[in-house]
Nanobody, 125 residues
Framework: QLQLVESGGGLVQPGGSLRLSCAASGFTLDYYHIAWFRQAPGKEREGVSCISSSGDNTNYADSVKGRFTISRDNAKEMVYLQVNSLKPEDTAVYYC??????????????????WGPGTQVTVSS
């Protein structure tokens, strides 16, 4: 059974950092592009970042470029999102999602098939 589980969220002050983790099980991570999405209360879900199955292609939303970094370790079946210089507007539930590789490049504008339950990130002083 394919599963994704996020961890690493929490309460952090503006300007702080967190490392979000996404643990995959039940499938071979090598064959999947992975993306991070987020959803704040009352707002639509937003694509944050994605990484291709091999890790050689990444994309970021303009709102997080230069502050967030996505990475993966296929051997450990893990994907990470390092989030730095956090702002109150980054407050949201963060989800990781998987999509089986069809094209070499990942995209934030396609459907992802598998989702984790999410981890809450709250940025507040």
């Amino acid at each position: 059974q394919l599963q994704l589980v996020e961890s690493g969220g929490g309460l952090v002050q503006p300007g702080g950092s967190l490392r979000l983790s996404c643990a995959a099980s039940g499938f071979t991570l090598d064959y999947y592009h992975i993306a991070w999405f987020r959803q704040a209360p009352g707002k639509e879900r937003e694509g944050v970042s994605c990484i291709s199955s091999s890790g050689d292609n990444t994309n970021y939303a303009d709102s997080v470029k230069g502050r967030f970094t996505i990475s993966r370790d296929n051997a450990k079946e893990m994907v990470y999102l390092q989030v730095n210089s956090l702002k109150p507007e980054d407050t949201a539930v963060y989800y990781c999602a998987a999509r089986r590789r069809v094209f070499r490049l990942c995209s934030l504008f396609v459907d992802y098939n598998y989702w984790g339950p999410g981890t809450q990130v709250t940025v507040s002083s």
